[in-house]
């Protein structure tokens, strides 16, 4: 290129790129590929074979669906740019206008709204389960167009824990697969497709990422996708290919599920992920397990702390005692019970913020699962849009708070709660003497 102009050069000129064996993931950088041969092309068009352009393939984010797909124990995965976008393409690579799905009310509410206020616009209506332990009100939501279940495994705000077993083999009598968002639990701590789920969805930007740095989204599929007990449910999986060829499940086997949602769905729709924040997912979970160990025994200390405090009416961790899903959080969470849960002050609204305006050590933002410890009001931002009513059935009342806890030194989170409830005007603790009432 030397005897090349100015700008020829600018674009086309590099130096060599000669190492062979990078210990980190490369960061491949780029919109697409150049075909190295002419034929290339075609292969790649027709056969699907080598890169081409990265919102339909590219080698980081491949290398992180496999890192994913590893650890959740799963066939597949598929990188997103958002936790909404990993649920938006699970669903919709499932169900069309005219098909139904059955949630958990105790979802984001970001799933919520998606279900309630997008899906049902596109045709696809949806029912909620109030009581995600009561296998029979699964069983009597789910109609001949339901096309998936959906629950969190670990849910936002009473940190309820799905019976993921019981649920799954709900689903599984219709042919239909159980989605679980396994954004709070992570893989480390809990891998719904042992359990018999069949789909998992991730707000990678959570977690998996772990530094609040990046926004991204999984789905990670078992694999186990049975066109025989299934296909008629989900005619685009075995319908035959373009021109006759084989169906996507003839294909793909067991994964055609995820591969409908790779090949159709998402580079449809286009939520692709920067290479650069797959790359920075990839590092993240290259820390996972030791960040949410670490998490789950701060939270699990502050969580019993806060539940001996007076200025404090109630704690919704999994990991107490008290808790009604604690027995299931036993069972299904031996390596800890996670990071993030809600408490509620014993006041007013007032006494919450009181209390957020005085931490110092924990943030004030609406984000989770990162290093650092988070708090957020939900009644007046997550949950603002529910009434009175509906918040108070999921668990958030005016003075509750939820917390996502870090990897701080711990006796620096109790300090910051215990200087902040200091301010909270808590009633005369009843002495004994006058707690006897008269016979
Ligand atoms: C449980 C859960 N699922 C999904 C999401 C959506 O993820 P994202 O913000 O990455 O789109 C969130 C976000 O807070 C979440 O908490």
Redesign the pocket.
């Known amino acids: 290129m030397g005897g090349k102009g100015f700008t020829t050069r600018q674009v086309h000129e590099r130096g060599r790129t000669g190492a062979s064996s990078p210990r980190a993931t490369p960061i491949y950088l780029t919109a697409g590929f150049s075909f190295d041969e002419y034929d290339d092309a075609a292969a790649h068009f027709g056969a699907g074979e080598g890169y081409a352009y990265t919102r339909i393939g590219n080698p980081t984010i491949d290398a992180v669906e496999g890192a994913l797909a590893s650890l959740e124990g799963g066939s597949q995965a598929l990188l997103l740019a958002?936790?909404?976008?990993a649920?938006s393409v699970a669903l919709l690579s499932l169900a069309a206008a005219g098909d139904h799905i059955v949630s958990s009310r105790h979802?984001?509410e970001?799933?919520r709204g998606l279900l309630v206020d997008n899906l049902s616009r596109w045709g696809i209506s949806s029912d909620f389960v109030d009581e995600i332990d009561d296998v029979a009100a699964w069983e009597a939501a789910i109609r001949p167009n339901t096309r998936a279940l959906f629950a969190?495994s670990i849910s936002?705000a009473t940190n309820r824990i799905l019976d993921i077993a019981a649920v799954a083999a709900v689903a599984h009598r219709h042919g239909i697969p159980l989605i679980v968002?396994n954004?709070?639990a992570t893989p480390y701590l809990l891998r719904p497709i042992e359990h018999g789920a069949d789909v998992v969805?991730h707000?990678?930007?959570?977690f998996l990422a772990g530094q609040g740095a990046v926004?991204?989204?999984a789905i990670v599929d078992s694999g186990r996708f049975d066109a025989v007990a299934s296909g008629a449910l989900f005619p685009h999986l075995v319908a035959p290919g373009r021109g006759g060829g084989p169906s996507l499940a003839e294909r793909t086997g067991g994964d055609a599920r995820i591969a409908y949602a790779r090949e159709s769905i998402a580079p449809r729709l286009g939520p692709t992920p920067s290479p650069l924040n797959a790359f920075l997912i990839g590092q993240g979970i290259e820390t996972l397990s030791l960040r949410v160990e670490r998490q789950s025994a701060n939270a699990l200390a502050v969580a019993r702390w806060l539940d001996a405090h007076p200025a404090i009416a109630s704690v919704d961790y999994a990991g107490l005692p008290t808790h009604r899903d604690h027995a299931r959080a036993v069972e299904l969470l031996p390596d800890g019970y996670g990071s993030v849960f809600t408490f509620t002050v014993a006041g007013t609204a007032d006494d919450a913020r009181g209390v957020v305006e005085a931490l110092d050590v924990f943030t004030h933002m609406t984000?989770?699962g990162d290093v650092r410890s988070l708090v957020l009001h939900p009644a007046s931002t997550s949950h603002v849009l529910l009434s009175a009513q509906e918040r108070a059935a999921l668990g958030v009342h005016p003075g509750t708070l939820r917390v996502s806890i870090g990897i701080e030194d711990v006796d620096d989170l109790i300090d910051d709660l215990a200087r902040a409830l200091a301010g909270v005007a808590v009633a005369e603790p009843v002495t004994a003497t006058e707690a006897q009432v008269p016979a």
């Open positions: 958002s936790g909404q976008a649920t979802v984001y970001g799933t969190e936002n968002d954004t709070f969805v707000s990678a930007s959570k926004i991204g989204g984000h989770l």
